[in-house]
């Protein structure tokens, strides 16, 4: 399975942007498709998680009333809308998709949970 992440850009306090990511095989078998993060010198942090089939999401406290997981079946995609972006926001966000069973926050909001990767897209938000 090959992840592609897209809609990454430069934007201002406050603005909005929305990622997308599309899997390129069908996603009968996935489990949760999340987002991840990584600020330059950094670790990769949590951001957000679907599950693929229920539709629970979980999100990484500093974003939750912010941000927006979704996914749309018909595509194999699954998207962030981020909205009063912050300069704590800029960050390589990276998608990842978990074939295995992994329910709640502990267990989706760990990368290593996650059997596949997109390249990244890079969001900088500008004072």
């Known amino acids: 399975v090959q992840l592609q992440a897209s809609g990454g850009g430069l934007v201002q306090v406050g603005d909005s942007l929305r990622l997308s990511c599309a899997a390129s095989?069908?996603?009968?078998?996935?489990?949760?498709m999340g987002w991840f993060r990584q600020a330059p010198g950094k670790g990769r942090e949590f951001v957000a998680a679907?599950?693929?089939?229920?539709?629970?999401?979980y999100y990484e406290d500093s974003v939750k009333s912010r941000f927006t997981i979704s996914r749309e079946y018909t595509k194999n995609t699954v998207y962030l809308q981020m909205n009063s972006l912050k300069p704590e926001d800029t960050a390589v966000y990276y998608c990842a998709l978990d074939h295995d069973y992994c329910s709640g926050y502990g267990c989706t909001s760990l990368a290593k949970n996650y059997d596949y990767w997109g390249q990244g897209t890079l969001v900088t938000v500008s004072s």
């Open positions: 679907i599950t693929w089939n229920g539709g629970v999401s």
């Open positions: 095989e069908g996603t009968s078998s996935t489990y949760n």
